[in-house]
């Protein structure tokens, strides 16, 4: 777990000090406190710092001690050398406040033209303008207009300049390696606090955080044209605050927080216009509008009231003209060995030319995940996505979330554009449930779990255990099937399909199948059992085998339930197909005998109609295709009370 002190703890801890009597080391803290003095500066001064004289900028710094405030009065401070170094502590740096106190910057004669080596210094109420730098030395590594360093720092009210043009389609590098950030902290600890910012055109990241602990909080903040990421958090532990920012237009990711353990709370930002220039290899190398990774340790995430609109004037093109590929909106991924728990709720997302909320876990990771009533609009990809491979574990709630497919889609063959996609992979442990959902007009499926083994059939083999409840979601309109569950390889599944209904599919209302992969490296031998109770299926189209539909292939297995379902689906051939292929076996819990292919299947009615199901008429279209369908023998049998293992939140 994070070691740093939760805040209510270093508040008692804080106290606790103030009252430890007036030792020596406190006097002599007093004593500092008691002669700490203001100096004044002004663009033009030549005194001696006082108010009725103050001294230039340069000056005024030189005569600063700890415990001191510089006072920049209003004004233009112009030919500035830099670095301008802050070695005071505990000095607080103090504009007129921004478009009053302005200092320019514009000689890129050093790596940090704002350089802050001390302990709580606060800066507050200034304007910085270096519209017309763009890159440092080429000997520079992590440049940045201000860069800090030390324990409880405080920048508050600052409004920064740089000078990245806007983005020109056909300018597709990302920055190069020296290009200024506008505001990079390293290094702090205890606490940081960042509020009130207006950071624009920074021709590398807007805000920079890396290798920090303590209480750290980033708020209101304004963003606009980042050349890389607008706020970005790396190798960060403590009590993590991101509220409130405004991030419009970055390259890559809005936010963006790699490898920040401990508690984490992202709340009420607002993200929009989130480009990318394509990486050599192809595609964009990125992630999305918000994005919270990590690789180790434990943390707790909390995603709530987010706004993410990657592409609000609807031009789905990247910088260099060609279809976006990879920008999702919200991003929660644990890699490694990393441990995560994560709430994901209340949040819209919009116009993504990927996934609306993403969640990949891999290797050895594992994560507990709960994405609720998030509203999500016109998705080229997933509107939720939830993936696990390697030796990913997870446990999963995904429930009463709106969700509106893309008016059009995009000609990308990347594109998926299902409402919710689950993909099991490799060896990963997943339990997921998915309730009372409303999908409209998914560009694909409507709810799908999806076990193959990705990257076009050419990623490991899928040996994959999965336990999943799709209960009480409405689909409708969907461009392919509305409910779909399929197995490769050799992964394992039990599930339950209940009380869901799904309306004018242009496919097949539900599908379940086992067996379905065609790579002839692995002998096809998965093993589905789910229970198909109480769902509306009606008005699917006649593209698919029918309202729903069953089919095992090659040496696999299905295990099927079928009990009080209405199938009514008069353009289509079939309300029920039942098909078994090859060395496969198909098994229906309650037939009392093998029934034989033929169409329409009388018997098979006849079994469905004694286990509560009906269809579009008193003798609706049924059909058993290939093989029997067997009686009970060795199937292990799933009912309606099967639950996956729900996640838990700390």
Do not use: W
């Not at 995603?303 to 976006?324: F, H, Q």
């Not at 295990?559 to 689906?569: A, F, K, R």
């Amino acid at each position: 777990m994070p070691t740093s002190l939760p805040k209510k703890a270093a508040m008692a801890l804080a106290v606790a000090a103030l009252m430890t009597g007036c030792n020596s080391d406190s006097k002599s803290s007093d004593n500092a406190l008691n002669s700490a003095q203001v100096i004044y500066v002004s663009p033009d001064g030549t005194g001696n710092g006082t108010q009725a004289a103050p001294a230039d900028l340069a000056s005024g710094l030189a005569l600063v001690r700890n415990g001191d405030t510089l006072r920049l009065l209003a004004g233009q401070y112009a030919q500035l050398s830099s670095p301008l170094a802050i070695t005071a502590d505990r000095l607080t740096i103090e504009g007129a406040g921004v478009g009053a106190s302005i200092l320019v910057l514009d000689t890129a004669s050093a790596c940090e033209l704002i350089s802050i080596n001390a302990d709580r210094v606060r800066m507050t109420g200034l304007e910085i303008d270096a519209s017309t730098l763009t890159l440092a030395p080429e000997s520079c590594s992590n440049p940045a207009l201000i860069a800090a360093s030390g324990d409880q720092l405080v920048l508050r009210e600052l409004a920064v300049t740089g000078g990245n043009p806007t983005p020109a389609e056909g300018a597709v590098e990302l920055p190069v390696a020296h290009a200024y950030s506008l505001v990079s902290l390293q290094g702090s600890s205890n606490a940081l606090t960042v509020e009130d910012l207006q950071l624009t055109d920074a021709p590398q990241h807007a805000l920079a955080v890396q290798n920090a602990d303590g209480d750290i909080s980033i708020t209101g903040l304004t963003v606009a044209n980042a050349g890389y990421r607008g706020i970005y958090l790396h190798q960060v532990e403590g009590a993590v605050d991101v509220v409130s920012n405004d991030v419009n237009g970055a390259v890559n990711e809005g936010i963006y927080l790699r490898d920040v353990t401990g508690e984490v709370s992202i709340l009420q930002n607002n993200v929009s216009n989130i480009l990318y220039r394509p990486t050599i290899a192809g595609g964009s190398g990125i992630e999305g509008g918000i994005v919270h990774t990590n690789t180790a340790g434990v943390v707790i995430t909390t995603l709530r009231m987010n706004t993410v609109d990657i592409d609000p004037l609807g031009l789905n093109r990247a910088l260099s003209g060609e279809p976006l590929l990879d920008i999702d909106g919200i991003e929660v991924n644990m890699l490694g060995t990393a441990r995560g728990f994560a709430l994901v709720e209340d949040n819209t997302v919009r116009n993504t030319d990927d996934d609306g909320i993403d969640t990949d876990t891999a290797d050895q990771a594992e994560l507990d995940i709960i994405i609720r009533n998030n509203t999500l609009t016109g998705m080229q990809d997933r509107s939720i996505s939830f993936v696990a491979t390697g030796d990913g574990v997870v446990r999963g709630l995904i429930e009463d979330n709106t969700i509106t497919g893309p008016s059009t889609l995009l000609d990308n063959d990347d594109v998926d554009a299902d409402g919710i996609g689950i993909r099991p992979r490799q060896n990963a442990s997943v339990n997921v449930t998915v309730r009372n959902n409303i999908v409209n007009q998914p560009g694909r499926k409507g709810i799908d779990v999806n076990m193959n083994r990705g990257a076009n059939n050419t990623g490991p083999v899928n040996n994959a255990l999965a336990v999943f409840r799709f209960e009480n979601n409405t689909v409708t309109g969907a461009g392919q099937r509305g409910l779909d569950v399929q197995l490769e390889d050799t992964a394992q599944a039990s599930g339950v399909l209940i009380n869901n209904t799904v309306t004018g599919a242009d496919d097949d209302g539900i599908r379940v199948r086992s067996g379905a992969g065609d790579n002839e490296s692995v002998v096809q031998t998965t093993q589905l059992s789910v229970a198909i109770i109480g769902n509306q299926v009606s008005n699917s189209a006649a593209n698919g085998d029918g309202g729903i539909f069953a089919r095992v292939q090659r040496e696999s297995r299905l295990c099927l339930m079928l009990e009080d379902n209405q199938s009514s689906n008069s353009s289509a051939d079939q309300d029920y197909f039942l098909r078994s292929q090859q060395d496969s076996v198909l098994e229906l819990q309650g037939l009392g005998a093998a029934i034989a292919s033929a169409n329409p299947s009388v018997p098979l009615r006849e079994a469905l109609v004694a286990t509560g199901n009906t269809g579009r008429d008193a003798t609706f279209p049924v059909r058993v295709q290939n093989n029997d369908v067997r009686t009970p023998n060795s199937c292990v049998f799933v009912n309606g009370d099967l639950t996956p293992a729900l996640p838990v939140l700390p």
